[in-house]
């Protein structure tokens, strides 16, 4: 029994216009061929369908304002009420008080002090790490480790691919192609891969693991940032990488693509109060999805997938 995690920054459920939502207009075959011809929009949530779950998961969690991605990270990861106990949503980086919760109690730590074979997926440069490392999670020169899922993998020690996972296809970087590394890092030895290409290399990982987490947030970037088309092309991006990772994963994966809040599906605004995009693909997805009501059931529902009783 082996899950991986997918996440996908600010992507909601939302309109079934293709006008009004790039999740409507969006070219996606793999996930329309999950959804049996189905746009992953409001409408068509809840979906349980032979092969694949859609459902919305809500994240507002019952306060008030627009779901953000430090609290909703510590949330999905740490399956704590964190907006509750920070006391309003708030982002784009995890606040220092949940800090630590989230780098001891997130669903990495725990897999792993259970004796699971625990992976983060996402290559990060190992000077960027390194340091991290000497200043801890409170440090002031964190940059992107600030985000929930590397401050979980290095709370629980996974936080261990760099350049040269990256180069062997042991890692896939946070945009998923190479590009970015190969532009701004000058990581120029770096192969250059399709989103499907990357989706293989992950399948690799989630292989020889029993969780696998992997963390993208071009889809809220570009929901803040972007045009419409652009808006389009990401969810097109990570329709290919999850095509690659189907293609490649091994039989007894669960694979649940998850987000923390709505803001790609209504570029017109930025952060949305629509429920939270949630795919699961694999034997039991419907069982699973079903109870993947809000963002603090995941890591149950994770861990008691890994370690039933
Ligand atoms: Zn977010």
């Given amino acids: 029994m082996r899950v991986l995690i997918l996440f996908v920054d600010g992507v909601g459920l939302g309109s079934s ?42 994240a507002t969690l019952g306060v008030a304002g627009t779901p953000q991605s430090g609290t909703g990270h510590a949330a999905l990861l740490t399956g704590e009420d964190a907006v509750r106990m920070f006391g309003r949503h708030q982002g784009p980086w995890v606040p ?22 625990v992976a983060f997926a996402n290559a990060y440069p190992e000077e960027l790490v390194e340091r991290a490392a ?8 964190l940059g992107p480790l600030r985000a929930g899922p590397p401050m979980a993998a290095l709370g629980a020690g996974v936080l261990t691919r760099h350049t040269a996972a990256l180069e062997r296809g042991d890692a896939v970087a946070t945009e998923i192609t190479n590009d970015g590394w190969i532009r701004h890092l000058g990581r120029t030895s770096l192969p250059r891969l399709d989103p499907p290409a990357a989706g293989r ?29 652009e808006a389009v092309a990401s969810i097109e991006k990570v329709d290919g990488f999850l095509g690659g990772v189907l293609e490649g994963r091994p039989g007894d994966l669960l694979v649940v693509v998850v987000s923390d809040h709505g803001n790609l599906e209504d570029p017109s605004v930025q952060h949305t109060r629509n429920p939270a995009l949630g795919v699961v693909v694999g034997a039991g997805h419907r069982e699973f999805a079903e109870r993947m009501v ?5 890591v149950p529902l994770v861990l008691e997938r890994l370690l039933p009783a």
Avoid: C, W
């Fill in 17 to 58: 216009d293709p006008a009004v939502n790039p999740l409507a207009a969006a070219d996606l075959p793999v996930l329309r061929g999950l959804l049996e011809g189905r746009a992953p929009v409001a409408d068509a949530a809840p979906f349980h369908g032979a092969s694949a779950s859609l459902v919305g998961i809500d």
């Fill in 96 to 117: 220092t008080a949940l800090r630590p919760m989230v780098a001891e109690r997130s669903v990495l730590a725990r897999a792993k002090a259970a004796g699971l074979r």
């Fill in 134 to 141: 000497e200043e801890g999670v409170a440090g002031r020169r």
């Fill in 201 to 229: 290399n992950l399948a690799g990982i989630a292989r020889a693991h029993d969780l696998t987490l992997f963390a993208h947030y071009t889809t809220d970037t570009v929901g803040h940032r972007g045009t419409f088309q």
């Fill in 294 to 298: 809000d963002l603090t059931r995941v």
